[in-house]
């Protein structure tokens, strides 16, 4: 199955730093999207990575692909509490396939 | 400019009993899938509606069955209901039933079967 695999499944920082989160996954894509979810709530999406870019920015947000060896990270600069939240990754297939998501927290 | 749209957000059902979940896509969107998602898991695809068919469809048993109407709103209906069918229910929609577009969801439905 195509379903990503997100590294690691929780993880705790302070604000003001770094959050890094992986995707590995199996088969080739064309594209690779990234989403966020506070609790209790709908997923947002974040960012779209296609196969032929390497590295994409939004505001805080670097997502690098390495289609050589299929993973993905997701990097959060300068982490807020309201970065609390869950990140997936999802990739296209006969529809669109989450992982299981890593839950970062963020305290004050 | 609405955004996607479902009800009810929270239902109780018990075991046996049948449930149908609304969602009103982002304006300007025509494609709406559905997914259920568990406790702690990522989100499973259930099916996507596109011109009022089913398109695709993902591992799910015929007791989940859809429909959508022609104003590009979407129904998701559950037969038979199972201890295992809690979960949160999302719509989501885009404009083309193609998996490469990002997809806009709702906040859901979370049903409880006791």
């Known amino acids: 199955s195509q379903q990503g695999e997100e590294d690691p499944q929780a993880l705790s920082i302070q604000e003001g730093e770094n959050a890094t989160m992986n995707c590995s996954y199996k088969?080739?894509?064309?594209?690779l999207q990234w989403y966020r979810q506070n609790s209790g709530r709908g997923l947002v999406h974040l960012i779209l990575?296609?196969?032929?870019?390497r590295e994409k920015h939004s505001g805080r947000l670097r997502v690098t692909l390495d289609t050589s060896k299929k993973s993905s990270s997701l990097l959060i600069t300068a982490s807020r509490a309201a970065d609390t939240a869950s990140y997936f990754c999802?990739?296209?297939?006969?529809?669109?396939?989450f992982g299981k998501g890593t839950t970062l927290s963020v305290s004050s | 400019d609405a955004g996607v749209t479902q009800s009810p957000t929270h239902l109780i059902k018990t075991r046996g009993q049948q449930v149908t979940l609304r969602c009103s896509p982002k304006?300007?969107?025509?494609?709406v899938s559905w997914y259920q998602q568990a406790l702690g898991q990522g989100p499973q695809f259930i099916f996507q509606y596109y011109e009022e068919e089913e398109r695709q469809r993902g591992n799910f048993p015929d007791r989940f069955s859809g429909h959508q109407f022609p104003n590009y709103s979407s129904e998701l209906n559950v037969n038979a209901l199972l201890l295992g069918d809690s979960a949160l229910y999302l719509c989501?929609?885009?404009?083309?039933?193609?998996?490469?577009?990002?997809?806009?969801f709702g906040d859901g439905t979370r049903l409880s079967i006791l």
């Open positions: 304006s300007g969107h025509d494609t």
């Open positions: 999802a990739m296209p297939g006969t529809a669109l396939i």
């Open positions: 088969t080739s894509i064309n594209n």
């Open positions: 990575i296609r196969s032929n870019e």
């Open positions: 989501a929609s885009s404009l083309g039933p193609y998996s490469n577009q990002p997809q806009h």
